[in-house]
């Protein structure tokens, strides 16, 4: 079992930054590859960004790409996402994700354990 807890969120103007963080606790942080996803009201949850479990690799939504950068400290068992250059359309729920099942890493049936999610909202 994982436990996931989101924190960072807030209201920002539009070309700000932000800086969440998803502490984890349970099970080894380091056997899991972590999520990043959002979901804006109204619409489907949706794939943000994605680091491996060793932080050598990460993968992002062309939507994000250039502006949000994920990270992970396996010693403090947290995994960031920086969010630069924020737009209004960036506004939403975002939740971090854990998974060690080996599947599609931008799909949210592939992972196993979800925190609660924290609200980012971005003023035009």
């Known amino acids: 079992q994982v436990q996931l807890v989101e924190s960072g969120g807030g209201l920002v103007q539009a070309g700000g930054s932000l800086r969440l963080s998803c502490a984890a606790s349970?099970?080894?942080?380091?056997?899991?590859?972590m999520g990043w996803f959002r979901q804006a009201p109204g619409k489907e949850r949706e794939f943000v960004a994605y680091?491996?479990?060793?932080?050598?690799?990460?993968y992002y939504a062309d939507s994000v790409k250039g502006r949000f950068t994920v990270s992970r400290d396996n010693a403090k068992n947290t995994v960031y996402l920086q969010m630069n250059s924020l737009k209004p359309e960036d506004t939403a729920v975002y939740y971090c994700?854990?998974?060690?099942?080996?599947?599609?890493?931008?799909?949210?049936?592939?992972?196993?354990?979800w925190g609660q999610g924290t609200q980012v909202t971005v003023s035009s």
């Open positions: 680091i491996t479990w060793s932080g050598r690799s990460t």
């Open positions: 349970g099970r080894a942080f380091s056997d899991y590859g």
């Open positions: 994700a854990a998974t060690n099942s080996g599947g599609d890493f931008r799909v949210a049936y592939t992972y196993n354990y």
